[in-house]
């Protein structure tokens, strides 16, 4: 019934992240064959590692996707509909649906894929880098994923309380917070009848837990209030190459 009705977005706070969670479907092989067989499968596999290592995403396992398809009488192939493949992410939990494909050309493997937000079905950006290396290949896409999706999905949450200059925060390790990552302080203005936010100071993370976070207060950092929101702070940083 999910299926048919496209899966219903998950209720609750709509302001704190949930943890980003992924799922590779449709993944198309062109140009020449594989010198070995199982090349692409083995490419997935370190990508997955690669991800799951940095802490930034959670992967939907490819078995929970075999096994969906197959309860639905679902085809690999009939996922190459757009429409097929947002809902089956929705169903699986997925935030964001990685379609695209692998082709060889003069010994070069390169790979293609666009990263779509399951629950607004905007895309969320696209990836091509070519290697002749399938570590080194799957370093690489997994690096542009992540800066991808921080871009997207900076980590938000709220101050729970607040204690001298620490502040416990209420998303921790399964979110992907790490040990120094900084996130600006918000404050809620009403302007008319909209909400806006205005920063009122930053801070900054001193230890994880799974589900929360302690953050030192930094300076000139002043009025900070339990319930006030927090944000991540993404600096730039050089194009990867």
């Known amino acids: 019934e999910a299926y048919k009705t496209g899966g219903a977005a998950p209720a609750g706070d709509e302001w704190t992240s949930p943890p980003v969670t992924i799922s590779f ?3 198309a092989a062109k140009g020449a064959p594989a010198g070995r067989e199982g090349e692409d499968d083995f490419f997935l596999l370190k990508l997955n590692e690669h991800l799951q290592e940095s802490g930034r995403v ?6 929970l996707l075999d096994k969906l398809l197959a309860e639905l009488k679902l085809s690999s192939t009939e996922l190459v509909d757009r429409t097929t493949s ?25 790979v293609s894929i666009r990263l779509t937000d399951t629950e607004t079905t905007a ?24 800066a ?7 980590i938000r949450g709220s101050i729970m309380s607040l204690e001298g200059k620490q502040v416990l925060l209420n998303v921790g390790a399964e979110t992907g ?4 990552m900084q996130f600006k302080v918000l404050e809620e203005v009403k302007v008319g009848e ?10 900054t993370v ?36």
Do not use: C
């Not at 809902?87 to 390169?110: E, F, H, K, P, W």
């Open 25 to 27: 479907v449709n993944f």
């Open 58 to 63: 959670q992967i939907v396992e490819r078995e």
């Open 86 to 110: 947002l809902r089956l992410g929705r169903i699986l939990a997925a935030r964001v649906i990685a379609t695209g494909s692998i082709m060889r050309y003069n010994g070069d493997v390169q």
């Open 123 to 146: 895309m969320k950006g696209a990836v091509a880098i070519a290697d002749k290396k399938l570590d080194s290949l799957a370093q690489a896409v997994s690096d542009k994923i992540i």
């Open 148 to 154: 991808k999706l921080k871009k997207a999905y900076p």
């Open 177 to 180: 917070i790490q040990d120094g």
């Open 194 to 203: 909209r909400t806006r936010y205005r920063p009122v100071g930053t801070v």
């Open 206 to 241: 001193a230890s994880v837990e799974v589900d929360a976070a302690y953050a030192t207060v930094d300076e000139q950092s002043e009025g900070l209030k339990a319930g006030m929101k927090v944000q991540q702070i993404i600096r730039s940083v050089k194009a990867l190459r």
